[in-house]
């Protein structure tokens, strides 16, 4: 020790408090630093504005399988049916085709809270230009092993098709078609005259399990 240095018990408990204080509010300056929201995409529709890369909305499965992620959760207002008919209607699947992951931390994008209008006017927003985008990339990735121009290429049933009725599967392209990019500003969505999902009657999927007692 060194000579003439006296440290009280009450000193050596003060100092020590200050010192958890600061490792603390330290740590959760580096917290927030890493967590900090990547910056605003101003041009992209809803959600895409914040997560704009489309596999952060709509995955495809080496299976084929397609999957549609939404930071929202379904309160009862419908939503779990309503996106998964977005999704549906740009995919050109059968809405039972689909799997959809609402509000879960590891996997979805962070879209702060569920409230008012905004599953539909943000997360359907996106999740219709992000599957848009993916049927894109499908449609190019179709044309490149075909070696034929995308034009006339459409998607039917989890396989795009050709005009002379040949078929690649999602489950045969992924491996090519990287859906780990942004998404773009012109996109082309399908027109509304055309769309055979949306504005139809569909049952709630969220229903069975609530009149059944489901786990939740």
């Known amino acids: 020790m060194t000579q003439g240095l006296s440290i009280s018990r009450r000193a050596l408990v003060g100092g020590g408090l200050a010192l958890l204080i600061g490792a603390s ?15 605003v995409r101003p041009g992209l529709p809803g959600g895409l504005k914040h997560t704009p890369l489309v596999d952060a909305w709509i995955q ?13 959760a379904e309160l009862g207002q419908g939503i779990k049916t309503a996106l998964i008919q977005v999704a549906a209607e740009e995919l050109s699947l059968a809405p039972a085709g689909l799997r959809l992951v609402t509000a879960d931390t590891g996997l979805t994008p962070n879209e702060g809270y569920t409230a008012g209008s905004h599953s539909m006017q943000d997360s359907a927003t996106a999740i219709r230009h992000a599957a848009a985008g993916a049927r894109a990339i499908l449609v190019a990735a179709a044309a490149r092993r075909w070696g034929i121009a995308p034009e006339g290429l459409g998607l039917d049933n989890g396989a795009v098709m050709a005009p002379d009725g040949r078929r690649l599967p999602f489950a045969d392209l992924i491996a090519e078609a990287d859906l780990h990019v942004e998404a773009t500003e012109n996109t082309p969505v399908r027109n509304s005259k055309d769309h055979t999902v949306v504005g139809r009657a569909l049952p709630r999927i969220d229903i069975p399990g609530k009149v059944a007692g489901g786990a939740a």
């Open 25 to 39: 509010l330290k740590g959760a300056t580096e917290a927030q630093e890493a967590v900090t929201p990547p910056p």
């Open 60 to 72: 495809i499965g080496s299976d084929g399988g397609v999957t549609v992620l939404t930071g929202k």
